[in-house]
């Protein structure tokens, strides 16, 4: 059975930092797309960073142009993904979900649980 378990959610001040890790198992994620969305209160969930497989063990990095000056996205080994969240801002604030690609598919075929991020002004 397949879980992607998320981690270092919290609270932080505005222009803190974060660093979000999501751990796979039940599963080889090597070729796998791995990424983050988030859902703030009211809003649909958004995408926000995601690794590509590109060969070998190495991986392309896609980040939103909402956060691409202050959030950094990698793959920690083949089924781990972490996201450095810095300069964080109050409209940040939402929950993050993990979520990854079966191999090769165009879609996301599993989600985490979910952590939330709560920045304070």
């Known amino acids: 059975q397949v879980q992607l378990v998320e981690s270092g959610g919290g609270l932080v001040q505005t222009g803190g930092s974060l660093r979000l890790s999501c751990a796979a198992s039940g599963g080889t994620f090597s070729r796998s797309v791995m990424g983050w969305f988030r859902q703030a209160p009211g809003k649909e969930r958004e995408f926000v960073a995601r690794t590509r497989w590109s060969g070998g063990s190495t991986y392309f990095a896609d980040v939103a142009d909402s956060v691409k000056d202050r959030f950094t996205i990698s793959r920690g080994d083949a089924n781990t993904v972490h996201m450095q969240m810095n300069k964080l801002k109050p409209e940040d604030t939402a929950v993050y979900y993990c979520?990854?690609?079966?191999?090769?598919?165009?879609?996301?075929?599993?989600w985490g649980q979910g952590t939330q991020v709560t920045v304070s002004s």
């Open positions: 979520a990854a690609t079966q191999g090769s598919s165009r879609q996301y075929d599993y």
